[in-house]
């Protein structure tokens, strides 16, 4: 779809990056990022952007 979409050069890689690129004071995460599933670039992308730019402040709900 976002071949469509964007061309075909884009990914849900280069799509993480324009949002991060934002500089987003807030990232809510779900414990299933189930649209990255067999994505592995993309969820190695948003683990190490996550864990090296942002703070884990609160977990909300019952994991």
Known sequence: MLK???GPAD???AELEKVFLKKPVYVVEPLYVGYLSGR???L???NSTLSNDYVLVRVIGDF
Do not use: G, H
Request: glycine share 0%.
């Open 4 to 6: 469509t979409i964007d």
């Open 11 to 13: 990914t849900p890689e």
């Open 40 to 42: 592995s670039d993309a």
């Open 44 to 46: 190695k992308y948003l």
